[in-house]
């Protein structure tokens, strides 16, 4: 495999004055503009929790090919219809959670919430995602293609700082990179615009305008449902800030909240008087006030930690049942299922070898109208295969259970938010303390091999790490469709995410601990 840049970009400082100089601009810039996160709760002196910490990045943006940072932005609006349509597909999505709940109760719970609403009918047309869609360079040969890792249809976040880390790499471009011993021109930098966080806030703002005006006469609100002790919390911040200021038909700002999800049911309401069931919301430091919650963004409940009690399922509930647009429904929530994925690429039926037929992703995209979209989102899958009892996941479980093969895959749950997949040789093993008859609530993806690259990180501790690194670029999209009839309102790409990992670590997630932030230099 060859590099993208050869050797010279970006460069490993060698002398310590110009990497203390550079190290010492950006724990400034990061803080001085919110590129920031909270320190981990067993930071001494800081009971209170008033200190906050740079965002882990990196010191030069990295290489990423330019077709492919192109391909991934253009097939966003592709993606974002066809998650729209999955999500509206309530068939095709209760075979996927009957095939994988027997295994995962999690699963299982959502689609009761979803079964419940039903029954007594949705009130709500309206759905928003604020999804995106991760991928990886794939090296073949001379040829480099865009690989899809994952679709996020929940809590996609790090849209709030990742504008700023391409900020902070564009101010680095004009202010230190030329003076260094060896100069790198900025001319010879293309650093591509990045607006996730106005992308994002525009398809929130989108959502409450056309909630319109509260019938029951009462001001309308934007309500941010978040964990309890997010480190993450700036980044939903500048969102909520850019909700805020966002342009709109008239010049009112509009009202954005924060409320934990585990004070949903003590905290909102929903209105008994009318058979919308509008969603209020009694803010608790001000009680006389209430607002109507248009939409409901959720940065939580994404995982089972979420919800320790029944109690927790409750408050989705009156969430999914409300006339609150909610980002996401219980739903696209659920299309977002790794299991989803692996049957968008898993080819069915009788294609022969060189032009496979995903059938399930044609079921989706049916019409001659479709076809562009169609090979457009085909050519960033990967393989993905069952571990089913099917041919298809017959295969895959001889491959899992196979300690030479193993290697080339990665198994995955169906969950969210990092930490929950098995890499490589520890596949067998995870498998074996499985009984059989769940294997099939896991899915097995063959790893992608992006091209060797190095970057230097700063840790938000202060210490720095140099070495070879993997790039995943995450692409936003805002969507805002009709449930019943299927109309999409608005659906557009809303800007990029870098995240870059040392290339010893599996897991990418910068909230994690793993990953860092990192902003895209065309090449
Ligand atoms: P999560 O929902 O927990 O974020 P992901 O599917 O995004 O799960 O996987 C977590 C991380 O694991 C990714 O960010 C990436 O670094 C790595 N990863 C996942 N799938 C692959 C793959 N097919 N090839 C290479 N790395 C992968
Ligand atoms: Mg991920």
């Given at each position: 495999m060859t590099s993208l840049t050869g050797d010279s970009y970006p460069p490993v400082l060698e002398d310590a004055r110009e990497l203390e100089r550079l190290v010492q601009t950006i724990k400034d810039w990061t803080i001085a503009?919110?590129?920031?996160?909270?320190?981990?709760?067993?930071?001494?002196?800081?009971?209170?929790g008033v200190l906050a910490t740079g965002a882990p990045v990196t010191l030069f943006p990295s290489p990423f090919p330019r077709s492919c940072f192109e391909e991934a932005k253009a097939v966003q609006t592709q993606y974002n219809e066809l998650y729209a349509r999955i999500s509206r597909d309530e068939e095709f999505l209760g075979q996927l959670v009957k095939q994988v709940a027997g295994g995962d109760d999690f699963i299982d719970n959502l689609w009761k919430v979803h079964l419940r609403v039903k029954e007594e009918g949705y009130v709500q047309s309206l759905t928003l995602g604020l999804f995106r869609s991760d991928y990886m360079v794939h090296q073949d040969g001379d040829k480099l293609q865009i690989k899809q890792v994952e679709f996020n249809t929940i809590a996609s976040s790090f849209g709030g700082l990742s504008s700023r880390t391409?900020?902070?790499?564009?101010?680095?471009?004009?202010?230190?990179?030329?003076?260094?011993?060896?100069?790198?021109?900025?001319?010879?930098?293309?650093?591509?615009?990045?607006r996730s966080t106005e992308g994002l806030a525009a398809g929130l703002a989108a959502a409450y305008h056309a909630y319109g005006k509260s019938a029951l006469g009462h001001p309308t609100c934007v309500l941010f449902l978040v964990q309890d002790g997010e480190r993450n919390v700036f980044d939903q911040r500048h969102l909520e800030y850019a909700v805020q200021q966002a342009p709109g038909?008239?010049?009112d700002l509009i009202p954005v909240f924060?409320?934990?999800?585990?004070?949903?049911?003590?905290?909102t309401t929903l209105a008994t008087s009318s058979p919308r069931r509008e969603l209020l919301y009694h803010p608790p430091h001000n009680p006389s006030l209430t607002f109507e919650v248009a939409v409901a963004y959720l940065r939580a409940g994404y995982g089972p930690g979420d919800y320790p009690t029944?109690?927790?399922?409750?408050?989705?509930?009156?969430?999914?049942r409300s006339n609150a647009i909610t980002c996401p429904s219980v739903l696209t929530q659920l299309a977002g299922m790794k299991k989803v994925q692996q049957?968008?690429?898993?080819?069915?039926?009788?294609g022969d070898d060189d032009d496979p037929i995903p059938s399930a992703l044609r079921r989706f995209l049916p019409s001659p109208a479709d076809a562009a979209a169609l090979a457009a989102i085909r050519k960033t899958f990967t393989n993905i295969y069952p571990l089913d009892g099917s041919p298809a996941g017959l295969l895959a479980r001889a491959i899992a259970t196979d300690p030479a093969r193993c290697v080339r895959y990665v198994m995955k749950p169906q969950r969210e938010g990092g930490g929950n997949n098995v890499y490589k040789s520890a596949i067998p093993a995870r498998l074996a303390a499985i009984p059989p008859e769940h294997w099939g609530s896991y899915i097995l993806m063959e790893l992608i091999t992006p091209p060797p690259a190095v970057n230097t990180i700063l840790r938000g501790n202060g210490k720095?790490?140099?070495?070879?690194?993997?790039?995943?670029?995450?692409?936003?999209?805002?969507c805002l469709w009709n449930r019943e009839t299927g109309e999409v309102v608005r659906n557009e790409e809303a800007g990029y995410l870098l995240r870059t990992k040392g290339d010893q670590s599996e897991e990418g997630g910068v909230a994690a601990g793993y990953g860092c932030m990192d902003s895209v230099r065309l090449v």
């Open positions: 503009h919110g590129l920031a996160v909270r320190p981990p709760p067993t930071n001494p002196g800081d009971e209170e391409s900020l902070l790499h564009k101010h680095l471009a004009k202010t230190e990179y030329p003076f260094l011993s060896n100069p790198i021109p900025p001319s010879s930098l293309d650093l591509p615009e990045n038909p008239n010049a924060r409320l934990p999800f585990s004070q949903i049911l003590t905290h029944p109690a927790a399922w409750d408050a989705r509930y009156q969430l999914e049957v968008l690429a898993t080819p069915e039926g009788s720095v790490e140099q070495g070879g690194v993997i790039c995943e670029l995450g692409v936003y999209g805002t």
